[in-house]
């Protein structure tokens, strides 16, 4: 069993930066492709970010391009979501999630192709 673990979040000004971590107990983070999303009440989860099992390959929302940027450690079994140039609209919870399934693809992008969750961390960015 999977069990993620994100902190980080906060409250920001606009412009400012912030950065998340999702840390990863329960197996083995360089087998699985692994990803952010984020959620506003009342709206569906909605793709940011996703890296690929070695962390060569990313993959970003058109929204966070330029501006958010994820990285992983697999030794340390964390996943880091570097968050810069921040917008009010940036403001949701923000989880963590990873796909541990095989398959041939490098990243994914759909929150129901990833298998486990973490509880989620609140970014509030003001105007």
């Known amino acids: 069993q999977v069990q993620l673990v994100e902190s980080g979040g906060g409250l920001v000004q606009a412009g400012g930066s912030l950065r998340l971590s999702c840390a990863a107990s329960g197996g083995t983070l360089n087998n699985y492709r692994m990803g952010w999303f984020r959620q506003v009440l009342g709206k569906e989860r909605a793709f940011v970010a996703a890296?690929?099992?070695?962390?060569?390959?990313?993959y970003y929302a058109d929204s966070v391009k330029g501006r958010l940027s994820i990285s992983r450690d697999n030794a340390k079994n964390t996943v880091d979501l570097q968050m810069d140039s921040l917008k009010p609209e940036d403001t949701a919870v923000y989880y963590c999630a990873a796909r541990t399934r095989s398959s041939v693809r490098t990243y994914f992008t759909d929150a129901a192709e990833y298998d486990y969750w973490g509880q989620g961390t609140q970014v509030t960015v003001s105007s």
């Open positions: 890296i690929s099992r070695s962390g060569a390959s990313t």
